[in-house]
């Protein structure tokens, strides 16, 4: 199997000998070969070494992770995995169908309104061969201008544990710090992209199908699995407006199989319903706001075990909670 230099090589478009080779704005075709490259889809999704960050968290804590899995016996303990969610019992499940109509009825005012930007907390797990899995919880909020810039602040916290300190990087090694401590905050100029998720997204569903299709599933048919996958990379890019929440959830409820379970707490204490997914080694999860049929949280648990990798049935392996 080639080694990360090599997949990285050929996920790069642009030519060794280029006039603008380094400097230049990555076109359509590089920003979603990334986009793939990032999120573990199509021909470089995997890696000897099996790292499952989300992409709000990939560049922050993979130097982090790494330093962990090869740290001495010294080495600070990993932060627990998340148990997965819970659905009340005795609670009645709501179709999906239904839930689109509640978004649709939510809509009908326009408000809020579509707004480029995210607030995310995430749990992301890290596999290696050689140790345990670890899983590092971050927060992430990003914030655009009206000159086209954007702030990224990355803090490492819990919400489930609050006040309790948080595995982080310092000085290179792994250290456990105080909860709210900031990994990274950073400023970008304006962006050169006009495709999505870089676009703005559109508020009828058949559109914004195609939106979603070619922000990581350009030649082929989306599965409600593949439309999921998209619509997290969605809202780690936009936070969306009444019309766009009520477009995702007659998307995903005229996609099929997503099958309504009942009532959930998420994991910062909001009230939703959940909508499972059940696939090849694990299982989604998707809660909804009954209230506004917005998307509150996505959750990706294994449902077969995988013991060279320390991977057990039941664990989470990554989970988004988007805020407004």
């Known amino acids: ?122 749990w992301s797990m890290g ?15 990003v914030r655009w201008r009206a000159d086209a810039t954007h702030t990224e602040l990355v803090v490492a916290t819990d919400p489930r544990h609050p006040g309790r300190p948080v595995l982080s990087e310092g000085d290179g090694q792994p250290r456990m710090v105080e909860d709210g401590h900031v990994i990274s905050e950073q400023t970008f100029g304006p962006s050169w992209s006009d495709a999505p998720p870089e676009s703005t997204p559109p508020h009828d569903p058949g559109l914004l199908k195609a939106y979603l299709q070619e922000t990581q599933y350009p030649s082929t048919t989306l599965t409600t699995r593949e439309l999921l996958d998209a619509v997290r ?17 007659r998307l995903l409820a005229d996609a099929g199989g997503l099958r309504p379970v009942g009532r959930v707490t998420d994991r910062l204490g909001r009230p939703g319903q959940a909508y499972v997914h059940d696939g090849q080694g694990s299982r989604k999860m998707l809660i909804m706001d009954p209230a506004t049929g917005a998307v509150l949280g996505l959750e990706d648990t294994a449902t077969s075990a995988e013991p060279e990798w320390g991977l057990k049935v039941g664990d989470v392996m990554d989970y988004s909670a988007w805020m407004r």
């Not at 596999?127 to 971050?138: C, G, Q, R």
Request: charged content about 20%; glycine content about 8%; hydrophobic content about 45%.
């Open 1 to 122: 199997m080639p080694d990360e230099l090599d997949l990285l090589r050929g996920a790069n478009p642009v030519p060794a000998d280029g006039p603008h080779f380094g400097d230049g704005p990555l076109g359509h075709d590089a920003e979603r070969r990334l986009n793939q490259l990032l999120h573990g889809s199509g021909p470089f999704g995997r890696r000897r070494t099996r790292w499952m960050w989300s992409l709000a968290t990939v560049a922050v804590v993979a130097v982090t992770a790494l330093a962990l899995l090869l740290a001495g016996p010294d080495t600070v303990p990993a932060v627990a995995a998340p148990r997965p969610l819970l659905v009340q019992a005795g609670s009645t499940p709501v179709p999906l169908a239904r839930m689109a109509e509640i978004a649709e009825a939510a809509a009908a005012d326009g408000s809020p309104t579509l707004r480029k930007g995210t607030h995310v907390q995430t």
């Open 127 to 141: 596999m290696s061969e050689d140790e345990p899995p670890i899983t590092l919880p971050v927060e992430r909020v």
């Open 233 to 249: 990379v969605l809202l780690d890019h936009w936070t969306l407006g009444a019309p766009e929440d009520a477009a995702v959830a």
